[in-house]
């Protein structure tokens, strides 16, 4: 166990459709990611929180909505998905030095 | 900004032949150097780091900062190795310290 939890694990949505992926991080960092990975990218870095603040956002189209509430939670509001968005999201977590960050087991999307 | 090339996307070697996964770098500043590794079906994982100058699962890596390079080397590969493997370098950028990955390679041990 890494620490690093995300829920749902696997979520099918619908284009109109509303929902959010979470993550919890048990280890004590104050920095988190979001990571998108595809067969098209295998790794694409989307936002990037450090102590609840937005330090990077990777051009991610507004239909991905990050939110940090405190340091150990970050979520991913979805909203009216296009079907190019199925993907493998992956959460990740690293202290404030950066170095060695550590990963959830992604949610699978799907959007139909 | 910092770089991180992983030039090959698939690397496919036997069982028992030496593996070279090549990564390089592109950083101003004094970069710390990771790779990661991926198995099927598993979460993505800390495999090695420069600093520890360590040997993990026969694999060493060894900072080169003339060339710029981080390339991941076994001398004999096992089926087990088969993965997706991705090299990554933490800099500091905007005042914060970043992690930036590679493309990933992914490297196939035929039997």
């Known amino acids: 166990e890494t620490g690093v939890t995300q829920t749902p694990r696997h979520l099918v949505m619908g284009m109109t459709n509303k929902k959010s992926l979470k993550c919890e991080q048990h280890?004590?960092?104050?920095?988190m990611y979001w990571y998108k990975q595809s067969a098209k990218k295998p790794l694409e870095l989307m936002f990037v929180?450090?102590?609840?603040?937005?330090?990077e956002n990777n051009s991610v189209p507004s239909r991905f909505s990050p939110e940090c509430p405190n340091s150990s939670h970050l979520f991913l509001h979805l909203h009216t998905l296009q079907p190019e968005d199925s993907a493998l999201y992956l959460c990740?977590?690293?202290?404030?030095?950066?170095?060695?960050?550590?990963f959830g087991e992604g949610s699978w999307l799907t959007v139909v | 900004a910092q770089r991180v090339t992983q030039p090959e996307k698939l690397l496919s070697v036997f069982k028992g032949a030496p593996v070279e996964l090549k990564c390089n770098y592109s950083?101003?500043?004094?970069?710390?150097l990771f790779w990661y590794v991926q198995y099927s079906r598993q979460r993505l994982q800390l495999l090695l780091r420069?600093?520890s100058r360590e040997s993990i699962k026969g694999f060493t890596a060894d900072l080169n900062k003339g060339e710029t390079s981080f390339h991941l080397k076994k001398p004999f590969a096992q089926e087990e190795d088969s993965a997706m493997y991705y090299c990554?370098?933490?800099?500091?950028?905007?005042?914060?310290?970043?992690?930036?990955f590679g493309t990933g390679t992914k490297l196939q041990v035929i039997p």
């Open positions: 420069h600093i």
């Open positions: 950083y101003s500043g004094s970069p710390e």
């Open positions: 929180y450090n102590f609840k603040e937005q330090t």
């Open positions: 990554a370098l933490s800099g500091y950028s905007g005042g914060y310290q970043k992690v930036t």
């Open positions: 990740a977590s690293g202290d404030s030095s950066g170095n060695t960050i550590y």
């Open positions: 280890l004590g960092h104050n920095a």
